[in-house]
C-alpha cells in the first residue's frame, strides 16, 4: 500500500535556527513527490514538485530533496513568517494515477 | 495570479439535509479534484474528475456523494444525506496534468459543519 509518512510532527524553531523536515514513502512507482504549505484553517499552497531521486528545487529559504525512499524540506535560517504546517504528498504510476497520497504534516513554529 | 476559489467559506447543516459545495478551477485546467481534510487528520483524496466523468474515487466516496460540472465554470460536491462525520474541511483542486507535470492547486476549502 502507498504510504507517506512525515518527521517530526512539530518542530519548534527560533528565528535564524536552520532545520529539515523528513518525509518517507513507500509508492509502487513515483510519478512525483509535492510539498505543499498550510496556513491554519486554509488550503495547501503548492511548493515544490519532485520527479526522481537526486532532484533538488529551491525557494527563497526552502531547500527541497529527494532519494529513493525519502524526501527533505530543507529550512535555511527560518523566520516566523515560515511558521505553518508542511505537507509532503505523492502520486503513483500504479492504481490512482492522479490522486495524491498525503502524510500527516510537520507544523513548523518559528519564534523571533 | 489564477486561483482555485471555493463557496461557501463554512457551511453549516443538519444531519440527513443535502449540500452542494461549489468551486471555479483555475480556467484552463482539465482535471479536477476533490479532497477532504478532517480536523487534526490527514488530507484525504475523495475524487478525480476528467472529461465530464469521475476518473477515479476513494472508498469514502459512496453513493451518498456526486460531482457535477454544470456548466463550463464550476464544479460541484453534492452529499445527498450529511453524516456527522461528514464535518470535516473540503478541497477543490484543479491541475492541467500535461505530460509529467500535475501540480495540483488548491482552493481555500469549505468548512463543512453537521449538527
Known amino acids: 500500500e502507498d504510504q507517506v509518512t512525515q518527521s517530526p510532527e512539530a518542530l519548534r524553531l527560533q528565528e535564524g535556527e536552520s532545520s529539515s523536515l523528513n518525509c518517507s514513502y513507500t509508492v509502487s512507482g513515483l510519478r512525483g513527490l509535492f510539498w505543499y504549505r498550510q496556513d491554519p484553517g486554509k488550503g495547501p499552497e503548492f511548493l515544490f514538485t519532485?520527479?526522481?531521486a537526486g532532484e533538488e528545487k529551491e525557494k527563497e529559504r526552502l531547500k527541497a530533496t529527494l532519494t529513493k525512499k525519502e524526501s527533505f524540506l530543507h529550512i535555511t535560517a527560518p523566520k516566523p513568517e515560515d511558521s505553518a504546517t508542511y505537507l509532503c504528498a505523492v502520486q503513483a504510476y500504479a492504481g490512482g494515477y492522479n490522486k495524491l497520497i498525503f502524510g500527516a504534516g510537520t507544523r513548523l513554529a518559528v519564534h523571533p | 495570479e489564477p486561483e482555485v476559489t471555493q463557496t461557501p467559506s463554512h457551511q453549516v447543516t443538519q444531519m440527513g439535509q443535502e449540500v452542494i459545495l461549489r468551486c471555479v478551477p483555475i480556467?484552463?485546467?482539465?482535471?479536477f479534484y476533490w479532497y477532504r481534510q478532517i480536523l487534526g487528520q490527514k488530507v484525504e483524496f475523495l475524487v478525480s474528475f476528467y472529461n465530464n466523468e469521475i476518473s477515479e474515487k476513494s472508498e469514502i466516496f459512496d453513493d451518498q456523494f456526486s460531482v457535477e460540472r454544470p456548466d463550463g465554470s464550476n464544479f460541484t460536491l453534492k452529499i445527498r444525506s450529511t453524516k456527522l462525520e461528514d464535518s470535516a474541511m473540503y478541497f477543490c483542486a484543479s491541475s492541467t496534468d500535461r505530460g509529467r507535470t500535475d501540480t495540483q492547486y488548491f482552493g481555500p476549502g469549505t468548512r463543512l459543519t453537521v449538527l
Open positions: 480556467s484552463n485546467h482539465l482535471y
Open positions: 519532485l520527479y526522481s
